[in-house]
């Protein structure tokens, strides 16, 4: 594993560079970007969910670059209003459960001093951290951009849709961890999960019009019991294509922005090289700290 942090951040108007410094962990990189018009269903569905894909790499952008090893950005993307932002997980069982990197992200957040946030959601975390989210198991890019949603491999529950959630939990930002169901037989077409983005972007932004998203580039995975590598391509190309769709919906009053869970994963930190084991959940803990600490302000 390389010793060096990789971490990129790009919004409009704004961007920042890969920043290496020593550590134990490659640090992924960290972007933004934007994405096309609409809700349309993608992808072959899968019994369960996850991340895949490839990190994408830092493009120009208007307004220099930024080179640092953490830290806020050179243009801080929330309102000035907003002083303690509002957290809101978005994703399929990677984040609902066994989403155990929930905990980790917020120890890491605590443990430096990141205290101004608060993480909003429908509902309680599964593994003790405490952490609130509006992530639920077996979904895709497709569910949430509909008034609600069942998820019929798993149960029979019926969910809200995003914008139901939005009206309950009013974030400042989302965070977006959405792919894995999506890719899960390893042949779904890309564009169609790139404009399911854009209509939950599209939503985010009706209720709040200087709304901030951070998209996850999902970590590697092999599904089917490590058995189809076919699903790391299609991930691969998904996360690939998230940086150029990202830079092309940010503005500058509703950045959107790309976190990196793809570059230092390993699809076997887990049992079934989808959802992390606890050595797989505290790496992707560790990614999504990387990613925050360029958004929220420190204290």
């Given amino acids: ?177 959405l792919g894995v169901n999506d890719v899960w037989g390893g042949s779904a077409p890309v564009q169609p999960i790139l404009d399911n983005f854009t209509e939950l972007l599209r939503q985010a932004r009706e209720h709040n019009p200087r709304i901030v998203m951070l998209v996850a580039q999902i970590h590697k995975i092999i599904t089917n019991n490590c058995s189809n590598a076919a699903s790391t391509t299609n991930a691969q190309h998904l996360d690939e294509a998230i940086p150029g769709w990202a830079q092309s919906v940010s503005t500058a009053d509703s950045a959107v922005l790309v976190a990196d869970l793809w570059t230092n994963s390993d699809p076997h930190e887990s049992d079934d090289c989808v959802h992390p084991n606890d050595a797989g959940a505290q790496r992707m803990g560790l990614n999504w700290y990387y990613a925050l600490t360029n958004i929220l302000p420190k204290g």
């Fill in 1 to 177: 594993m390389k010793s060096s942090l990789r971490l990129c951040l790009m919004a409009i108007g704004f961007w920042c560079s890969a920043a290496c410094s020593s550590t134990s962990q490659e640090q992924p990189k960290v972007g933004g970007t934007g994405g096309t018009t609409g809700g349309t269903p993608s992808g072959d569905g899968g019994s369960s969910t996850d991340n895949g894909g490839t990190a994408g790499s830092a493009g120009s952008g208007e307004g220099g670059t930024w080179t640092a090893t953490g830290g806020a950005p050179p243009i801080n993307p929330f309102p000035d209003t907003v002083t303690s932002p509002r957290i809101m997980i978005v994703g399929d069982s990677i984040s609902a459960g066994p989403g155990c990197y929930k905990k980790y992200l917020l120890q890491n957040l605590q443990n430096n001093g990141y205290s101004r946030f608060e993480f909003v959601g429908q509902y309680t975390d599964d593994c003790g951290g405490g952490v609130r989210h509006s992530a639920v198991s077996c979904t895709t890019s497709y569910s949430f951009t509909q008034a609600t949603f069942t998820v019929p491999n798993c149960n029979t529950n019926t969910y809200p849709g995003l914008a139901t959630l939005l009206d309950s939990s009013n974030p400042d930002l989302i965070m977006l961890q």
